[in-house]
């Protein structure tokens, strides 16, 4: 809104004329100042002629500009309200005014200056914009993001008697506007982005066109890219508390927490009983760190909605901060709402599998009942494949994932793409399910034949395209994690599927036929009972890249401190009781030694943590405590570790492999379950098997054996780089050849009518064999 320069009606002023003239050259002063935002200047300005004459429309109009620019609501209404009782003929001062109503939050009484405004002859354009605006605000406080109507800027002293020529608006048609909204809610992001795109740039000032923008490309999961419009909507449109609500959730989704919670507090400010701003800021905070406030915020939403989200979203909250059993208390009445509701069933899962109180039947039935909710109502709609059954012919593989950037899946499956990329046999396909593109994304892009970002697309259509695409199989690589595509799976579009690498267990799902895994994740005599899926034996369950940056492997840092110094990098969730009481009895055991706790939240959010160690005998002085950090930082925070020590039920994975690649060793503990058996395939497979305890008196006995041969540890901690890159999961080539063999194992079952069976590690055909030796 830009500063009205009319001048009041000669009958309207008392005032003599020489310091009308002067009270004229103030206003022009005053407008100058406006027109350049400096607004002290110019409210100063403005209030010297009101002073003189209260009644000033244009002074009275103007101000009430600035304070709504200021978000002063109750200031600019009682402005705006001067000037229209001061000139009630003029069109624009009943624009500004019903717009001021309008993003106050007083639609009713904004109503009835619309229908005063046309009784004194207010029509065209700015009506039906007015209309739209009040009609897409409701009964709140927060209003659709639409552009508040603009007064022209014309010269002092020569006011405009027209309407036309007084309001311009710049906005679209009706059926413009009509046209974006229907496409949206019709499930027609695509087109409606088009449309939107089209009106912000014919009408940049727009405030509709660019949260119609936002919009749907957050509904494509776009997200990234919806930050810009949803800004620029917000800031047309500053009390639209819905685009900002979306704006928050797309700053939280890519790191931006500082952003996020401001636009989350705003949206409160605005709405404070807005539950989903609350919920977002909930999440942002857990982020952040601050679990109290984080708890605070969700059970707010939880109190507000009730909703099956609302719950789940206080679930996953408790679990990362390792409340499991508290988690699966609020996970468990999110499903009681909605049995079938697949976000909840997976981070159920995901929470038992943490849990050492469940056992390996509870955790299998939880993954069987999401199966029988999410699955089994589509599995009469599966159809025949017409994929052609030559057993030899090349095969059309994809994956499936929303992690192909920096992220730790993509460290595995880099490699193997770019030895798979070398099969004549196989020619992939990537169905890529986020938003994020970066330099990973990029390299992988380039190991690939199709390429496709799926993440704006819906369960269902992304099955359609996948048979259309024709896939002869399909490879899950996120289980029961974030951002994974289990419901697409669930419809069965490839003749033959399977899951790796991304969740260590069953999906559930009887659509999927195969799991990849290596001996030591799932021995043969392990995956009944707890697979749904017949397990396909790898030579190494996948393959560990080390970090490019790892810093060089130091001497055994219990030479010079004259003590052990034991360690982990787990995150704070998997340090359950029965871990930390079985650390505790070897710290006991070993007087002098010591810990050191990475990956932590500031120690602040520790204290629950000092405060287990404490009931166990271990006293603060003992334990170091190192915050999250940069990969490099990480890595050489392994230089003051002598030997890790590993979590339970839910083992290291990653954080072994790169302890390794420093030199250190992890003393683990495993079960039968394949979520704590990460760390005992990675020491197996290297060879270290005398770090695989049998039972709890066994992980004592060991550790205290090793602090006790300083030297046997010193040496293996200089050559463990060298063991490492003898390791089968140290070699990919290895691994994507046997990858290649399974696969090719599965098809000819496929082709020849035989069902999905276990299977051993396979063979590398010919081509295979060849291929791995050029590698």
């Known amino acids: 809104m830009t500063a009205s320069t009319e001048l009041p009606d000669a009958s309207a002023s008392t005032i003599d004329p020489e310091f009308e003239q002067a009270l004229s050259q103030v206003l022009s002063a005053a ?27 244009d002074a009275n109009h103007n101000l009430g500009a600035l304070a709504l620019q200021q978000r002063d609501f109750g200031r600019a209404i009682t402005h705006f309200q001067a000037a229209v009782g001061a000139n009630p003929n003029q069109g624009h001062y009943w624009a500004s005014y019903i717009n001021a109503l309008t993003v106050g939050g007083e639609t009713s009484a904004a109503w009835v200056a619309l229908e005063m405004a046309q009784q004194r002859g207010m029509k065209g354009p700015v009506v039906e914009q007015l209309i739209q605006q009040l009609a897409l605000s409701g009964n709140t406080r927060a209003p659709a993001p639409l552009v508040a109507p603009e007064s022209a800027t014309k010269a002092v002293g020569a006011p405009g008697k027209d309407e036309a020529s007084v309001v311009r608006m710049a906005a679209p048609t009706k059926q413009l506007v009509n046209r974006v909204t229907t496409l949206y809610h019709q499930g027609r992001p695509a087109e409606a982005l ?66 996020a919670e401001a636009a989350c507090r705003e949206v409160i400010a605005q709405v404070p009983q807005h539950a989903e701003a609350f919920r977002i800021l909930g999440m942002t905070l857990q982020s952040l760190g601050r679990h109290e406030e984080a708890e605070v915020c969700c059970r707010k939403t ?16 408790l679990l990362d901060q390792g409340r499991l059993g508290e988690a699966q208390v609020e996970l468990r009445r999110a499903l009681e709402i909605q049995p079938d509701y697949g976000v909840a069933h997976e981070n159920i899962v995901f929470c038992m599998s943490h849990d050492e109180n469940v056992d390996e039947a509870a955790l299998f039935a939880q993954h069987v009942q999401f199966g029988e909710q999410c699955e089994a109502p589509m599995r009469a709609q599966w159809k025949p494949h017409g994929n052609g059954r030559n057993p030899e012919r090349q095969l059309k593989l994809g ?38 593109n ?126 052990l110094t034991f360690g ?56 170091d405590f190192r915050t999250r950090s940069g990969m490099p930082i990480y890595l050489q925070q392994h230089h003051h570790v002598d030997i890790c020590l590993d979590t339970f039920p839910y083992a290291g994975g990653t954080t072994t492999l790169h302890a390794m690649w420093m030199g250190v060793p992890t003393l683990t503990l495993p079960g039968r379950l394949m979520a704590s058996r990460g760390s005992t395939a990675a020491l197996s497979l290297a060879e270290l098997s005398e770090f695989v305890a049998k039972d709890t008196a066994d992980f004592v006995a060991k550790g205290m054996a090793w602090a006790n041969d300083l030297t046997g540890l010193a040496e293996l901690r200089a050559s463990m780089r060298n063991r490492c890159a003898e390791s089968p999961m140290f070699q990919p080539a290895v691994i994507a050849a046997g990858l290649s063999a399974s696969l090719r194992e599965m098809w000819r079952r496929w082709c020849a009518g035989v069902a999905p069976a276990a299977l051993g590690v396979q063979t590398p055909g010919t081509a295979a064999r060849n291929n791995l030796e050029k590698s």
Not at 302 to 317: D, I, N, P, R
Request: with cysteine; charged share 20%.
């Open 302 to 317: 939880v109190e507000l909605t009730g909703s099956v989200v609302a719950y789940s979203t206080l679930g996953v909250t």
């Open 568 to 623: 982990s990098f787990n995150r704070i969730n998997k340090l359950q009781s029965g871990a930390i009481a079985l650390w505790a009895e070897l710290l006991r055991a070993l007087p002098d030694s010591r810990m050191l706790l990475g990956a932590m939240p500031p120690e602040s959010g520790c204290e629950q943590l000092i405060e287990r160690f404490a009931k166990e005998g271990i006293g603060r002085e003992r334990l």
């Open 399 to 436: 994956f499936v994932s929303g992690d192909l950037f920096h992220h730790a899946i993509s460290t595995f499956i880099e490699p193997i793409l770019e030895h798979l990329a070398r099969d004549a046999g196989i020619e992939i396909h990537v169905y890529y399910n986020h938003s994020i």
């Open 31 to 57: 407008i100058e100042h406006h027109q350049k935002n400096e607004v002290e200047e110019a409210q100063a300005l403005y209030r010297i002629v009101l002073d003189a004459n209260p009644a000033h429309p």
């Open 194 to 259: 088009e449309v939107a795109r089209t009106m912000t740039e014919r009408f940049p000032n727009f405030a509709l066109g660019w949260r119609a923008m936002g919009s749907s490309l957050h509904c494509l999961g776009r997200t990234f890219e919806a930050i810009e419009p949803f800004e620029r909507a917000v800031e047309l449109e500053p009390t639209d508390a819905e685009s900002r609500k979306v704006l928050a959730d797309c700053l939280r989704l890519h790191n931006r927490f500082a952003d």
């Open 438 to 563: 970066d330099e990973v994304t990029a390299r992988l892009r380039q190991n690939t034949a199709r390429w496709n970002t799926v993440n704006g697309l819906t369960d269902a259509q992304l099955a359609h395209k996948i048979r259309a695409d024709g896939i002869d199989v399909l490879i899950d690589l996120s289980g029961h994690t974030s951002r994974n595509r289990l419901l697409t799976f669930a419809r069965k579009p490839a003749p033959i599927q399977a899951s790796w690498m991304g969740y260590p267990g069953t999906t559930g799902l009887t659509a999927m036929d195969y799991y990849f895994a290596d001996s030591f994740h799932v021995p043969t005599h392990h995956a009944e009972g707890q697979f749904v899926e017949k397990i396909a034996h790898l030579p190494a369950n996948a393959p560990f890249r080390p970090a490019r940056l790892a810093p060089p492997v130091n001497g055994l840092p219990a030479l010079h401190n004259g003590y």
